[in-house]
């Protein structure tokens, strides 16, 4: 596609539902991003993924966050029992090559636990 | 680890005059990239300007540029005879160079005004 897709746009669910939300990158990036943006706060890394590896995954703030990478395309971000401590947008980015410095960025997840 | 700090949580400048957004940050390496990134109410992130830490030169796109200080560890954002459609939050941000390494470090932002 022309640039990052992600789905869905909005997501409001209840605390201790799992929900997924999914990452298109554009087509031909190897490298994959998933950032937390919590309201009122910057950006924080979330996971890295290079094809369908997951060499950097610190980010992750608990065993409750999982993602995965098939194909080498989409990604999906998995929060099990949500929290309301969740609620935030989550961003998605794309890189052609490890190593390019340009991040594309998709429009984001906004994600609310009620 | 590295840290980015934007001190500066609101700006606001009337339509076409000069303002500087300020970006501090910390660490151990020689080599990196520093990014400003512009955040409309869309979420889109798009990026404004790039800064390789080994280049002396200060990047320059147009009505933005950069005054890069790496001694300093001090990276500010200049935008020229500022518009309306620059209204955005703005966030600094760290990259290492270090192959493997490529996730981005990012300051609380600055949220930016333009005044008609």
């Known amino acids: 596609g022309a640039g990052v897709s992600q789905s869905p746009s909005n997501k409001v669910t209840e605390k201790g539902k799992d929900v997924e939300l999914r990452c298109d990158p554009i087509s031909g990036h190897t490298a994959l991003y998933w950032y937390r943006q919590s309201l009122g706060q910057g950006l924080e890394f979330l996971i890295y993924f290079q094809g369908n590896s997951a060499p950097d995954k610190s980010g992750l703030p608990s065993d409750r966050f999982s993602a995965e990478r098939t194909g080498g395309s989409v990604s999906t971000l998995t929060i099990q029992r949500t929290q309301q401590e969740d609620s935030a947008v989550y961003l998605c980015?794309?890189?052609?090559?490890?190593?390019?410095?340009?991040?594309?960025f998709g429009p984001g997840t906004r994600l609310t636990v009620l | 680890a590295q840290t980015v700090t934007q001190s500066q949580p609101e700006m606001s400048v009337q339509e076409a005059e000069t303002v500087t957004l300020s970006c501090t940050y910390d660490?151990?390496?020689?080599?990196?990239?520093l990014f400003w990134y512009k955040q409309p109410p869309s979420r889109q992130m798009i990026l404004v300007i790039r800064q390789e830490a080994y280049k002396q030169q200060n990047a320059t796109e147009n009505r933005f540029s950069v005054n890069f200080q790496k001694a300093a560890k001090s990276f500010s954002l200049k935008i020229s005879d500022s518009q309306l459609g620059d209204t955005a939050m703005y966030f600094c941000?760290?990259?290492?160079?270090?192959?493997?390494?490529?996730?981005?470090?990012f300051g609380t932002g600055t949220r930016l005004t333009i005044i008609p």
């Open positions: 660490t151990s390496e020689n080599n990196y990239y």
């Open positions: 980015a794309s890189t052609k090559n490890p190593g390019t410095p340009e991040q594309f």
């Open positions: 941000a760290f990259m290492s160079f270090n192959f493997g390494n490529e996730k981005l470090t």
